[in-house]
C-alpha cells in the first residue's frame, strides 16, 4: 500500500488530480501476476496496478494503452518502475516509507478508473458487445510493436507449444501417454494449417489482447471495455477472436453469434483465416497453461493468491482433457529439479555481479540462494531509518541493540526477512550501498549479527554468497568462487539495480573496495583455491564455467 501511495504522490507532481490518495489494496488478480488498489484522489477514483514479478517492466501494457482511447480500455494516467519509486523514497530520506514500500514487483500502473461490472456468463447481447469492442481494437493503426506472446501467426504458434511440450514432458509434469496424445495433436495441427494456409493472403498484424477471456471485460450501457494488456502484441486478428472463444469456454451457437457480430462490426469476417486458427488455439491454451505452471513450480514466476497451484494444476489438467479426449493427471512436484547436495561459497567485489550469479547458479544446482550480505544491508537500512551513523558517538551501541530486537533472518531467495516482511529492492538503494561496508566493518555490529547467520547456513545445500563463509561459517564448502570485474562494469549493472548514477556509483564502488580490503574484520580476499571469474558476463557462460569446476571437484 506504501508502493502505491509514494507513487500516486510521484505522479501527483505532474498530474494534480492525483493528489491527496487515499488507497484500499484489494486482492491480488487469478493469474497472481498483478496486485490491484483502488486510489480515491482529488481528482476521482483511479486504479493501481502492481506487477508482482520484478523482471515485468509492463511494457506491453503501457504500450497498448497508449495506443488506445478510453472507450476501449482504462487511460493510462502514469507508469512507473517500483525501483524507481524506492530510489525517490531513499533521496526523500523517508527510509521508513522505503522499508514499508518494499515489494517484489517490476512495475505500478496507475489508470483511470472507468465504470462497469462484470460478467460471469455471456448472452447474446454481451457476445455483441464484445465483438463492436474486438472490432474497434483490430481497427487501431498501429505501426510496430511487439508480437503476440506465444505466437503472432499459426505457424509461431506451433513453433512456440513444440517448445513448451518438450519443456513439460522433460520436467515430467506430464506422463508419456499424454506427452504422445499432445505430440499427435501438434503434427494434426502442422497438417491442418498446411492444408488451410494454402493460397491464403499474407499475415495480417494489428493489436491484439491476446489474452481474454471475462475477467478481463467490464460491461457498461451496451457497451464492453477491455482491461489487462499485459499479453497484447501485435498478431492476426483472427488468432485473437479464436483465442477469445476458447480461453471464454464459449459453446458452438454462442462462437456462431461472435463470428456473425464481428462480421457486421467489421463489415466482413475472414472465416478461413479463423478456421485456420481454431483447432490449434485450444492445444495452445492447454500447452502454454502447463508451461507456465511448470515456472512457478520450478522458482522462475512467482505468484501471490493462496492456493493458485492447486487451481491452476486443475484448470490445466481439464484442458488437457479436452484437447486429448480422455482423463489427463499431472504429476506436479514443487523440486522437480535434481537436488546437488553441495554448498558453494561465492564472495567479490561490490557489484562485481555475484549476486545474479549465485542465483543463477543456485537455480542450476536445484538449491537455496543464501545472501549473507543482505543481513548487513538490511542492519544499514535499519541504521538510515533510525537516523544512525557511523561517525556518531553512541550510534554503534544503538544499532546493535536495535538488531537485537528485530527479528531477522534469510530467504532461500537471496533475500532478507525483517519482522516478517521480506526485504529486497530496498537493500540496493545508493543510500545503503554507500554505509553497508561501514556498518559490517564494525566488530560490535558483525557479533551482533554472527549467530543468526551461523544457524542460517547449517544447510546441506545451497549456494551461499557473502564474507566469511570459506574461512569462517561453512569453510567445508565444496566450493569457493570469487567474482571481480572492473570498475565500469560494475557500476553499468548496479545502475541497472539501483537507479544511480554511473558517476555516483564509481565514487561509492572506490570507497567500498577501500573498507572491504582494509577492514580488519572479515577482509576481502579470495579463498586459497577460489575459482576467480573476471566477469559474469554473459552469466549462463559464467554459471557453466562455475559447474564444470564443481563437476571436475
Known amino acids: 500500500m506504501q508502493l502505491v501511495r509514494a507513487a500516486a504522490a510521484q505522479a501527483a507532481a505532474s498530474d494534480h488530480r492525483l493528489g491527496q490518495a487515499r488507497v484500499t489494496l484489494g486482492p491480488p488478480t487469478e493469474g497472481g501476476n498483478n496486485f490491484v488498489a483502488k486510489l480515491r484522489c482529488h481528482g476521482g477514483d483511479f486504479y493501481a496496478k502492481v506487477r508482482a514479478n520484478p ?14 482511447g478510453p472507450r476501449l480500455a482504462p487511460a493510462l494516467v502514469h507508469s512507473t518502475g517500483v525501483r524507481e519509486v524506492l530510489q525517490r523514497l531513499a533521496a526523500r530520506g523517508d527510509f521508513a516509507a522505503l522499508r514499508a514500500a518494499d515489494v517484489y514487483g517490476g512495475a505500478v500502473l496507475l489508470l483511470e478508473a472507468v465504470p462497469g461490472h462484470r460478467r460471469e456468463h455471456l448472452d447474446e447481447r454481451d457476445l455483441a458487445a464484445v465483438a463492436r469492442a474486438l472490432a474497434r481494437l483490430h481497427q487501431v493503426k498501429v505501426r510496430r510493436g511487439p508480437p503476440l506472446p506465444g505466437g503472432a501467426t499459426a505457424y509461431a504458434m506451433l513453433q512456440f507449444m513444440k517448445t513448451a511440450l518438450d519443456a ?4 515430467r509434469l506430464i506422463g508419456a501417454r499424454t506427452r504422445r496424445g499432445l505430440a499427435a495433436a501438434l503434427r494434426d495441427g502442422h497438417r491442418h494449417v498446411e492444408s488451410r494456409w494454402w493460397g491464403l493472403d499474407g499475415v495480417r498484424r494489428t493489436l491484439c489482447h491476446g489474452d481474454l477471456r471475462p475477467a478481463n471485460l467490464l460491461f457498461f450501457r451496451g457497451e464492453a471495455r477491455l482491461i489487462d494488456f499485459e499479453h497484447a502484441g501485435l498478431a492476426d486478428p483472427m488468432a485473437d477472436l479464436s483465442r477469445f472463444a476458447v480461453f471464454s469456454g464459449l459453446s458452438s451457437s454462442q462462437e456462431l453469434c461472435l463470428l456473425d457480430a464481428y462480421a457486421e462490426a467489421m463489415g466482413v469476417v475472414e472465416l478461413e483465416r479463423y478456421f485456420a486458427y481454431r483447432p490449434l488455439t485450444p492445444v495452445f491454451a492447454a500447452v502454454a497453461g502447463a508451461r507456465y505452471l511448470l515456472h512457478v513450480l520450478e522458482g522462475d514466476q512467482r505468484v501471490a493468491p493462496r492456493g493458485w497451484v492447486k487451481r491452476r494444476i486443475a484448470r490445466v489438467e481439464r484442458e488437457l482433457s479436452q484437447v486429448l479426449g480422455e482423463p489427463v493427471r499431472l504429476t506436479p512436484r514443487r523440486e522437480r529439479k535434481k537436488v546437488h547436495p553441495v554448498v558453494v561459497a561465492v564472495d567479490g567485489l561490490a557489484g562485481s555481479g555475484k ?6 547458479l543456485a537455480r542450476r544446482l536445484g538449491v537455496r540462494h543464501l545472501n549473507t550480505g543482505a543481513l548487513y544491508r ?14 556518531v558517538a553512541g550510534d554503534e551501541a544503538k544499532l546493535v541493540r536495535l538488531l537485537r530486537r528485530t527479528r531477522l533472518g534469510l530467504t532461500g531467495d537471496g533475500a532478507v526477512e525483517v519482522e516478517g516482511q521480506r526485504l529486497q529492492e530496498s537493500l540496493d538503494v545508493l543510500a545503503v550501498e554507500e554505509t553497508v561496508a561501514q556498518w559490517a566493518a564494525r566488530p560490535a555490529v558483525r557479533a551482533a549479527l554472527a549467530r543468526r547467520l551461523e544457524r542460517a547456513v547449517r544447510v546441506d545445500a545451497a549456494v551461499i554468497e557473502g564474507r566469511d563463509v570459506q574461512t569462517r561459517l561453512r569453510p567445508d564448502a565444496a566450493l569457493s568462487v570469487f567474482v571481480e570485474a572492473r570498475p565500469g562494469e560494475r557500476a553499468e ?33 579470495a579463498a586459497v583455491g577460489a575459482l576467480r571469474l573476471r566477469s559474469v558476463v554473459p552469466l549462463d557462460a559464467a554459471v557453466d564455467r562455475v559447474l564444470r569446476r564443481l563437476e571436475r571437484g
Do not use: Y
Request: proline share 3%.
Open 493 to 525: 549493472v548496479a545502475g541497472r539495480r539501483a537507479g544511480a548514477q554511473r558517476a555516483q556509483l564509481l565514487r561509492a564502488f572506490s570507497r567500498r573496495d577501500h573498507l572491504d580490503v582494509t577492514r580488519a574484520a572479515a577482509p576481502v580476499r
Open 378 to 391: 538490511a542492519a544499514a537500512l535499519l541504521a538510515l531509518e533510525h537516523g544512525l551513523k557511523v561517525n
Open 168 to 171: 513439460v514432458a522433460s520436467a
Open 55 to 68: 523482471f515485468d517492466d509492463a511494457r506491453r501494457e503501457r504500450w497498448a494503452l497508449t495506443q488506445l
Open 355 to 360: 549476486t545474479p550469479l549465485a542465483a543463477a
